[in-house]
């Protein structure tokens, strides 16, 4: 009987651990990523879309399903970055 109690003990043990969230720009809401003047692209996993954030600011928001995504995304990126010619390179499986 003791070695069950002793698994229980663990359990309530673990329950009482907190869970610290790591401080990613992968685990900040938006208004987090705002005011740490976050600056990159990342994938909005609620939206379903690539943002690039300038600054703490979304210059682009286009939905993952557009059916012209990539040539959408190079046109806008290049116009908020003022260049010429970009190409998006794909990830393996994408």
Request: hydrophobic share 35%; aromatic share 10%.
């Amino acid at each position: 009987m003791s070695k069950d109690l002793n698994i229980i003990k663990q359990f309530e043990s673990a329950d009482k651990e907190e869970f610290k969230r790591p401080n990613h720009s992968d685990f900040m809401d938006s208004s987090e990523l705002k005011k740490a003047k976050f600056s990159g692209v990342r994938i909005n996993q609620i939206s379903q879309s690539q943002e690039l954030w300038i600054e703490g600011e979304v210059k682009i928001s286009l939905s993952l399903f557009d059916a012209d995504f990539r040539s959408e995304w190079n046109r806008r990126y290049s116009e908020v970055l003022g260049l010429c010619d970009v190409e998006t390179v794909s990830q393996k499986g994408n």
